[in-house]
């Protein structure tokens, strides 16, 4: 509107300073229009008139192209000048070899998003134990916890886990179902939500849906290239002890207490042989999010059992051996710092869950560069 207003007042002030002459020359010629037109008495005509006349009318025409043209390019600047902006580029695309992210320039319905992967957990009753939930946490999961604070490198703000080179790391294997899922569906109805934020969003998901607390979000993490992808190794691997699982954790900012609140989500989904060497769920309801996994742990025997994967062996339960435990889990129960926040969670669901929604917020959070501006969301559940 003020582009307008400029050009207005730019108009009157040329037609202000037009010369008397064409503007006379303008009025006769609007008669020569006119459906009426005056009639002249053939006698005491004088063609020298009508050639004057004729030429003072190709002179204004000129005059007033030459104006309009002025005219026209100021307001053509004026308009590139307001409305200038930023080339845009589609995420994930590369400007001379550094990765650009699309901001969130379009107002995303993230309770929608999450309305539309909740309505997925259960979509195919063939996969697994009848729920993506598990498959979909522990994808959240992995793609956060490569963070390392002293480089401030990996978690999941980048959104890395998407590419071949960090997908492919042996702890992710069988987490090609989770993004496969989240890429199809989800990515083209919501093109402007991030890779990192879709992911962690669908752990969230998993958590609440599933039977878990409330678990705090935002959106804000940006997606990068695959030069950003952590080298393999950064994830806790189950073969070992509670020293390698300390070193993990600590490398991201963890504590004793918030490592055994992380490891409680080993409640949901179970190993498979052909993904990670292991085999069975942690308890009897692995769709079932709970404290169960504590109090398996501490009230069970649990004996050694050898696996067909070269060199692997697993705790499983002497009463049910469907139900197992990994070497490093059995190995951090009988810590002595360790041990009795396994106990204290076994006894106290309500501390466990409290614990674990703040550690586990922290995890999907760790190296991202928030601006402090971004919505928090406690997400309404789908399945009450």
């Known amino acids: 509107m003020s582009a307008l207003r400029s050009l207005r007042c730019l108009t009157t002030r040329v037609a202000m300073n037009r010369p008397r002459l064409a503007s006379n020359v303008n009025m006769g010629m609007r008669r ?6 005056k009639k002249v008495a053939d006698e005491g005509h004088n063609p020298l008139l009508w050639v004057g006349c004729i030429s003072l009318g ?3 025409t000129y005059y007033q192209k030459k104006q309009g043209e002025k005219l026209a390019l100021l307001e053509g600047r004026h308009d590139i000048s307001e409305t200038k902006t930023e080339t845009k580029h589609e995420p994930n695309e590369t400007v001379k070899g550094t990765p650009v992210a699309k901001l969130d320039s379009k107002n995303i319905d993230y309770q929608q998003v999450y309305n539309d992967i909740a309505a997925l957990l259960d979509s195919n009753p063939d996969y697994d134990d009848g729920s993506y939930g598990p498959v979909l946490f522990r994808l959240a999961w992995h793609s956060s916890g490569t963070y390392d604070k002293k480089d401030n490198t990996g978690g999941s703000g980048g959104g890395t886990i998407r590419f071949k080179a960090e997908s492919s790391h042996p702890a992710n294997k069988g987490l090609e179902i989770a993004r496969d899922l989240l890429h199809e569906k989800i990515k083209p109805k919501y093109p402007e939500l991030s890779y990192g934020d879709m992911y962690t969003l669908g752990g969230v998901v ?3 849906e599933l039977g878990g607390p409330d678990i705090k979000w935002r959106p804000g993490r940006q997606d990068q290239g695959e030069n950003k992808v952590t080298p393999d190794g950064r994830l806790p691997d189950g073969a070992l002890n509670r020293d390698h699982a300390r070193n993990v954790f600590y490398r991201m900012g963890f504590n ?3 490592i055994v609140a992380l490891i409680g989500g080993h409640v949901l989904g179970r190993c498979h042989l052909d993904r990670s060497g292991y085999d069975g769920p942690w308890q009897e309801a692995p769709t079932f ?3 169960e996994y504590y ?3 501490t009230s069970r025997e649990w004996v050694k059992r050898d696996l067909p994967t070269k060199g692997l062996w697993q705790w499983v339960d002497k009463n049910n051996p469907e139900v197992m435990m990994l070497p490093i889990e059995i190995s951090m129960l009988h810590d002595e710092k360790l041990g009795p926040y396994f106990q204290l969670y076994a006894k106290d ?8 929604a703040l550690a586990f917020k922290k995890l999907i959070e760790l190296g991202v560069p928030f601006t402090g501006k971004e919505k928090e969301y406690v997400f309404k559940r789908v399945n009450v």
């Open 58 to 60: 190709i002179a204004y």
């Open 289 to 291: 999010f709970s404290n």
């Open 256 to 258: 004793d207490q918030e």
């Open 32 to 37: 020569q229009y006119s459906t009426t037109p």
């Open 206 to 208: 998993a958590v609440q």
């Open 349 to 356: 669901q309500d501390k466990f869950y409290h614990d674990f």
């Open 295 to 297: 109090k398996a742990i």
